[in-house]
T-cell receptor, first 112, second 113 residues
């Protein structure tokens, strides 16, 4: 158990809908990262937050947004969902900028 | 721009034999290098990292990795493979002072009994 929790574990929704994925980092970790893993794209970095502020951005679509709250949990919002958004979404946390990341179990999103 | 390459999609090895999973990287300045493992339907697990110091880094489950600056490589090794080592392995790199960690495409390790 990495100490990172993600909810929900599975999510099935229809195209055009909006969903929110939630992540709680390990106790004491200030950095939260979001990744998308699909079969054909591998592990894609989406966005990183550090103590509530956006720190780095990757290949995140404009339909996606994220935030980190004062209690350090983070949410990833996906809107106007398309079939191609079906993937595993991972959250990770780390204690410092240089440190290793600890990954949650992921949320499997299926868009039908 | 930083990048990382894992040239092999899959590595096959017999149980008890040594294994190597290759990784090369490109980054400005000194790199932070990481290896992670992913078992089916699980999140990635941290194995080991290189920040500075000794070029041979030891990690979890008997794995080690060798940093080679001249060849910009960070190959993962284990002296004696176990069937339970079969999984997907990711190499990752981050530039010194940078914030973004880039992951390789992953190498699937298959250890045959």
């Amino acid at each position: 158990d990495s100490g990172v929790t993600q909810t929900p574990k599975h999510l099935i929704t229809a195209t055009g809908q909006r969903v929110t994925l939630r992540c709680s980092p390990r106790s004491g970790d200030l950095s939260v990262y979001w990744y998308q893993q699909s079969l054909d794209q591998g592990l894609q970095f989406l966005i990183q937050y550090y103590n509530g502020e956006e720190r780095a951005k990757g290949n995140i679509l404009e339909r996606f947004s994220a935030q980190q709250f004062p209690d350090l949990h983070s949410e990833l919002n996906l809107s106007s969902l398309e079939l191609g958004d079906s993937a595993l979404y991972f959250c990770a946390s780390s204690s410092s900028g240089a440190g290793e990341q600890y990954f949650g179990p992921g949320t499997r999103l299926t868009v039908t | 721009a930083q990048s990382v390459a894992q040239p092999e999609d899959q590595v096959n090895v017999a149980e008890g034999n040594p294994l190597t999973v290759k990784c090369t990287y490109s980054v400005s300045g000194n790199p932070y290098l990481f290896w992670y493992v992913q078992y089916p339907n699980r999140g990635l697990q941290f194995l080991l990292k290189y920040i500075t110091g000794d070029n041979l880094v030891k990690g979890s489950y008997g794995f080690e990795a060798e940093f080679n600056k001249s060849q910009t490589s960070f190959h993962l090794k284990k002296p004696s493979a176990l069937v339970s080592d079969s999984a997907l392995y990711f190499c990752a790199v981050r530039g010194f002072g940078g914030f973004k960690t880039i992951f390789g495409a992953g190498t699937r390790l298959f250890v045959k009994a």
